[in-house]
């Protein structure tokens, strides 16, 4: 997933050196910017400070977003695109130009930390993976020429699907045709720059092909009993902790022990297509909820208990132009209105998610019958007027219930009427991929809309 990280600081003993955490473990929070209906940069800004989130990781190098962070207190972990690593392994000349024109260019005023070299690459379809190594090591020879090197880190995230084994943790393994090509000498460089294994790692993919042999409760961090690795005696009381040491496992399979590591992605959706078993509001605020409380406590993993899990929810914001299932455009916390998906403290106080009373969430998706889709008032008059008359006219909504004297007229407004009238077309199209977006001006909830004493419907 291609996309901003930020991070929240939640204990005030986090240690000042670059690309490294606090020893009570440390939370973060993904900033995606796939979609056509989020704030600008400047209010994305201001919504970080007053949720007290103090790093943000992107995934490019924007001059308007980091123009925006300039003397904002939040350090910076850019990156050098997917797309830009063949140029940059082929030529130092060309490194030198990007980090003078993308990283020396704002600083100090941006406080940049670390450069993120591509992402998730080993599945790149562009096959980018043999331009990996000797972009990384063009990239950090450019920052020792600017004097920049000890202040700013590299690394580059991989995905789970780098390892040929992961289950038990303990015979983790990387692919082998990735570990001489690419996994020793990357690992080799991050070793001698101090930098961390960036990780992305998401139990919600693995229990939702699983469903029939993994627990839901396993998933999220509930009471259960526990899974014993047969290879080491190690028990396992969530799949997150196994799935990263199953990577620790992989890397001390190939010499490597002593490097740490960085979850840079994980995260559970609010909503999903009907086969994203597991996918709904409830269990993405359990997971995320008793997720921030797991890292809090400053435990490690079984494998590596005295190392403190440093870990980046994904995402800030649903993201309405990603491509792919449901799930895809689900995973925010916030709405692009800047509202909560969900309730969830990011923390580790208690909120409704830690109850003991808490309701059982089945096992098929939640979100089934409980999405809607709502207006974006962020957008012009305009094109919620259009989208309006689209739906109501050629798409085929009904529109009744918003006319004068009738139930849903109230309040009249704009906004609350193209609501209305976008989720009976929604509905109708039994809440299809592409259905919820108008231009840009209507995004999927999957928390009941209030206008009034309205009623939105879920199904037609």
């Not at 690992?187 to 839901?216: E, G, Q, W």
């Not at 047969?230 to 001390?252: E, T, W």
């Not at 008032?377 to 008359?389: A, C, R, S, Y």
Request: net charge negative.
């Amino acid at each position: 997933m291609a996309v901003f990280v930020l991070s929240l600081l939640i204990l005030s003993s986090f240690s000042a050196i670059p690309f490294s955490y606090s020893d009570s473990g440390m939370i973060g929070v993904n900033y995606g910017r796939i979609a056509d209906n989020l704030p600008a940069p400047e209010k994305v800004v201001e919504l970080l400070k007053t949720q007290g989130i103090n790093r943000v990781k992107l995934y490019d190098t924007e001059k308007t977003v980091l123009t925006a962070l300039a003397n904002s207190g939040i350090k910076v972990v850019v990156s050098l695109p997917n797309e830009n690593l063949a140029s940059a392994a082929a030529d130092q000349s060309y490194t030198d130009t990007w980090v003078q024109e993308n990283i020396k260019k704002y600083i100090p005023a941006t406080d940049i930390e670390a450069i993120a070299v591509g992402n998730e690459v080993f599945v790149d379809p562009r096959n980018t993976t043999t331009y990996l190594v000797p972009a990384m090591t063009n990239i950090q020879s450019s920052l020792v020429k600017f004097n920049l090197d000890k202040s700013i880190k590299i690394s580059s995230p991989i995905a789970l699907s780098a390892l040929a084994s992961s289950y038990p943790p303990s015979a983790g393994s990387f692919k082998p045709e990735l570990i001489e090509p690419v996994i020793k000498p990357m690992l080799d460089l991050l070793r001698k720059t101090s930098s961390h294994l960036m990780v992305n790692a998401y139990p919600f993919f693995a229990y939702a092909a699983n469903a029939d042999k993994i627990s839901l409760d396993y998933a999220l961090f509930k009471d259960n009993a526990g899974n014993v690795d047969s290879g080491n005696g190690l028990k396992y009381n969530s799949l997150l902790d196994a799935q990263i040491d199953a990577v620790f496992a992989a890397m001390s399979a190939v010499g490597f022990n002593d490097v740490k590591l960085v979850v840079t992605e994980t995260g559970w959706p609010s909503a999903g297509d009907e086969n994203e078993i597991g996918a709904g509001s409830a269990n993405a605020a359990a997971y995320n909820g008793r997720l921030v409380k797991r890292v809090l406590t400053g435990n490690g993993t079984p494998l590596k208990p005295k190392e403190p899990l440093d870990v980046y929810l994904f995402a800030l914001f649903n993201e309405n132009q990603k491509t792919g299932p449901t799930s895809e455009r689900n995973y925010g916390l916030f709405y692009p209105n800047e509202n909560k998906v969900y309730d969830v403290s990011l923390s580790g106080k208690s909120t409704p998610v830690d109850d003991n009373k808490e309701k059982v969430v089945p096992v098929k998706p939640s979100h089934v019958g409980q999405t809607w889709c709502v207006a974006n008032g962020k957008t012009t008059k305009e094109k919620l007027q259009e989208g309006l008359d689209y739906a109501c006219g050629e798409g085929g909504a009904d529109c009744r219930p918003i006319q004068p004297g009738a139930t849903c007229y109230n309040p009249e407004s704009l906004e609350a009427h193209a609501s209305y009238a976008f989720n009976s077309y929604y509905q109708k199209n039994a809440r299809g991929v592409g259905t919820c977006n108008f231009g840009g001006a209507a995004y999927v909830v999957s928390q009941p809309p209030k206008y009034g004493k309205c009623e939105f419907p879920t199904e037609h």
